[in-house]
């Protein structure tokens, strides 16, 4: 939907169109670098664990939030596992592309939200979890980014039919992934404080006990789902990947560290200069998107707080080429072709980049599946011994699955 205080712009369908051919073709390029077979580890943990649900699954005992291996396994019983695995991660890609797309267009119109998708959607950081198996932080990151735009909308608007809307997107969420709900709480309650400091008490008490409600279902399912975390004895292991903050700002943007640090500082100048409005949608969404995350990155150096950064930079500096244009009216069209330059310019060098992270992820070939074939033909009693790869990486997850 275009946003209700204007008017739709000369060129809308085209971007629209353009649009959808490049959300369409990213996904086509992300299902050809995955192959014939499924990339990363955590494939098989989808599958082990959705056929843990029945019974059966993995050897050893966990939990983990339902909505993917509950995914896969459904698809798995329709396509059998390696096709299930390739359908999830493509779905996974698609999700977030729509998402984001959709929600710049919302807050942007469909010119400049097609200039904030082009800019963000080709980035490494956004493919590199659809290549490692990460398919339940890209369903988490999608349906958050949704339940904090439709917050900013109600609040800002009044809305009530939006609030179903937010209930679904949240338990999507809380469903999906333990540390992106939270991340997403998070960013609704930025958005709620900051619209707070811009409205009348009566409103401020009556919309925000609203959205209280409408997220209260996802609370109360994350609190479920951390108690099987807790009953399993698992703590994510995000002590593996962690950095400084150096290390990961340039692991998350290693087609092009320099750029995307200038485009952060862009974003926080566009942030600053439309300060009187931090009320107004758009602002509200780029903000509760760049500050959380970018908060818990820096204290804990994890790279895979960055997508929501990345994605709130590229909404904000969509949001002061819009600033811009309403100073200066003739540095309109420069500033879009200059921003739509720099997406394509940034594509090319983040498509390589993501070729590497698939070759680097690809773990699953003919001689592994041979191998799970010839076990599973076994009749010999007792366990299998399975040794790593040349990465030091478990692929015994596979024979589980």
């Known amino acids: 939907m275009d946003p209700p205080d204007r008017a739709r712009p000369p060129g809308g369908r085209w971007c629209d169109l353009l649009a959808i051919a490049g959300v369409v073709a990213l996904v086509v390029r992300r299902w050809a670098l995955v192959g014939a077979y499924p990339t990363g580890l955590d494939g098989g943990q989808w599958l082990a664990l959705g056929r843990g649900l029945h019974g059966f699954g993995r050897a050893t005992d966990g939990a983990y939030a339902p909505l993917v291996p509950l995914l896969t396994t459904l698809a798995d019983a329709l396509l059998g596992p390696l096709p299930a695995v390739r359908l999830i991660a493509t779905a996974s890609a698609l999700a977030l592309a729509l998402a984001v797309w959709l929600v ?54 009044g809305r009530r039919g939006l609030l179903v809307v937010i209930t679904a997107a949240a338990l999507i969420t809380a469903a999906a992934h333990h540390v992106y709900f939270p991340l997403t709480i ?78 952060l500082l862009a974003a926080a100048l566009a942030l600053a200069a439309t300060w009187r409005r931090r009320g107004t949608a758009p602002r509200l969404l780029a903000t509760a998107l760049v500050v959380p995350a970018g908060a818990l990155a820096l204290l804990t150096g994890q790279a895979r707080l960055l997508p929501p950064v990345l ?57 592994l599946v041979h191998a799970a074939h010839a076990i599973a033909a076994s009749d010999q009693p007792g366990g299998v011994a399975v040794r790593q790869d040349r990465r030091g990486w478990p692929i015994g997850w596979w024979f589980e699955a």
């Open 104 to 157: 710049a267009r919302a807050a942007l119109g469909p010119c400049r939200g097609l200039l904030a998708a082009a800019l963000v959607l080709p980035a490494s950081a956004l493919a590199e979890p659809v290549m490692y198996g990460g398919y339940p932080q890209q369903f988490a990151l999608a349906a958050g980014l949704v339940a904090i735009w439709l917050t900013c909308t109600y609040l800002t608007s």
């Open 311 to 367: 994605i709130g930079t590229a909404i904000a500096v969509a949001l002061g080429m819009s600033e811009l244009s309403r100073r200066y009216p003739l540095a309109t069209l420069p500033a879009a072709l200059s921003l739509g330059a720099l997406a394509i310019a940034l594509a090319l060098p983040a498509d390589r980049a993501t070729a590497d992270i698939a070759a680097f992820y690809q773990v699953v070939d003919p001689s």
């Open 186 to 263: 998070a960013g609704i309650a930025t958005v709620a404080l900051l619209w707070a400091t811009m409205v009348k008490r009566e409103a401020r008490w009556q919309r925000m006990g609203w959205v209280s409600l409408a997220i209260a279902p996802s609370l109360l399912l994350f609190a479920a789902i951390a108690a099987a975390f807790a009953r399993a004895g698992y703590a994510a292991p995000l002590a593996a990947s962690a950095r400084d903050i150096g290390g990961a700002w340039r692991y998350a943007t290693r087609e092009a560290p320099l750029v995307w640090l200038a485009l």
